[in-house]
């Protein structure tokens, strides 16, 4: 059993209802272009991937969902400067203040998923590998910043 789990891990392939599924976290500059992206197993949560993802990336807000509202993450930002855009979730003790009107820029973020989707092996994922599933998420990437 763990030789499958470990195997999944590599192809950062997860189970859910629907069945094997693959989470993108993505980072984009302020036009909506793809800074950095990963991916993991479709369960897993955001929590785990901040740090990869703002490794050594010079930004003055983070704009992010509620998946990304902790303690943790806020202090995080903090600690290098940025201003955190995330929307406390409901059920928090101390709800936090955060600009709304800079949050609604958050929506490149979901736009360039929509652009990722626009590729076919991207969207029904192809690739059996998960190191290739990256790959193909880099060129698609690539082929968003030349446009």
Known sequence: MELLQKKQEENAEGRSRGGLSTKIH???D???NPVRLLITMGQASEYGQVNTLLKNLNYQY???DKGYDSDEIIALVTQTGAEPVIP????RKEQRFYDKHIYKERNLV???FLKLK???RIATRYE???RNYLA???IAASMIWLT
């Open 128 to 130: 059996r590998l998960g």
């Open 118 to 120: 626009s590729y076919r």
């Open 136 to 138: 193909m998420l880099h």
């Open 26 to 28: 993505a980072a984009v």
């Open 110 to 112: 979901e736009k360039l």
């Open 62 to 64: 983070l704009l992010a």
């Open 30 to 32: 302020a036009l909506g």
């Open 88 to 91: 406390p979730r409901s059920n």
